[in-house]
């Protein structure tokens, strides 16, 4: 009897479980479509035509199926690709020189051996409480490292995030001390023992914290506002936004009678479809290269937190 009362005990809770997963399941199903549904509709919205948006507003279908968006913003094919390839080149040599200077800054903060390691931590923390302001940041970047209309004034201000430091910190301080030690006997220098025993240990952090800075550098148009006048030199994001910001001024000299003639047929330069269009232009790369990143981002993540 009592075994047969074990075994229903065992049912009812396998029971429970698999309810408790199915709700789970459900709930998380629900917010993937939460999230998935804007997405859906903007990449609806950037094939319908202008006037269909205007007219009845987004949905998860093409309302009169059109490629005009991508027709105007791919109108300069050479600029674009140019901008392309210069935000490509910025993300990843921001990533790897980020990474590299952050995780060297992270190890060294890390070492109980380094007495003023809590002078320094503090110092960093500070920063992320009180900074120098906009005005005298673009003085220095200006006029004292005279970096205007330079890619090192798109560089230097997403090379260092105090928030990555942490991630990478608290991941460090998690290696056991004696795999140093050992390192050490063995006759390995600080900087060998960083890369070749720390890194390979704290790959996810490494993947989260390289997600984190490429999104930083990708999705980056403020730096190159403040600091890039050479229409030559700007990131993808920057240049579509003065793209968007040029059709829609000219459009309210149209619509002012500032403008005439032929030039009236440029009503029809899509405005709604083509911020659309741009959206899809810019995430696409970052959405193809998530998944591949993902394990590592979020144990990093995960790991980062914990510890920390």
């Known amino acids: 009897m009592a075994k047969t009362n074990n075994h ?34 903007v990449l609806s919205g950037s094939f319908s035509s202008e006037s269909a948006i205007s007219a009845n507003g987004f949905s998860v279908l093409p309302q009169e199926f059109t490629l005009e968006a991508y027709k105007n913003v791919f109108r300069e094919p050479i600029v674009i690709f140019r901008a392309y ?47 120098g302001g906009l005005v005298p940041t673009f003085i220095l970047y200006t006029q004292t490292l005279k970096l205007k209309d330079s890619y090192l004034a798109l560089l230097l201000p997403l090379m260092f995030s105090v928030y990555n430091l942490l991630i990478m910190k608290s991941y460090i301080i998690g290696i ?8 050490k006997i063995d006759g390995c220098g600080e900087v060998r023992t ?25 999705n980056d148009w403020y730096n190159a506002m403040l600091y890039i006048k050479d229409e030559a030199k700007y990131p993808l994001q920057y240049f579509l936004y003065q793209k968007v910001n040029n059709i829609e001024a000219y459009k309210k000299l149209i619509s002012s009678g500032a403008v005439s003639g032929s030039v009236v047929s440029a009503i029809s330069l899509p405005t709604q479809t083509l911020k659309m269009a741009l959206t ?21 993540i995960t790991i980062g937190a914990v510890k920390g």
């Open 85 to 131: 390839g210069t935000t490509i080149v910025l993300t990843i040599v921001g990533m790897i020189v980020g990474l590299l200077v952050q995780t060297m800054t992270a190890y060294v903060l890390a070492r109980k051996d380094f007495e003023w390691r809590n002078g320094f931590s503090f110092f960093f923390y500070f920063t992320t409480l009180f900074n």
């Open 280 to 300: 899809i232009v810019v995430t696409g790369p970052i959405i193809l290269a998530f998944p591949v990143a993902q394990k590592y981002f979020v144990q990093g």
């Open 176 to 183: 056991p001390e004696s795999l140093v030690d050992a390192a």
């Open 8 to 41: 229903l005990g065992k049912v009812k809770v396998g029971k429970d479980v698999i309810a408790l997963h199915t709700m789970a399941y459900v709930f998380c199903g629900l917010i993937a479509v939460v999230c998935l549904v804007p997405f859906i509709m």
């Open 194 to 218: 960083l890369f070749q025993v720390v890194m390979p240990l704290i790959k996810p952090a490494l993947a989260a914290v390289g997600l984190f800075i490429a999104l930083a550098y990708w």
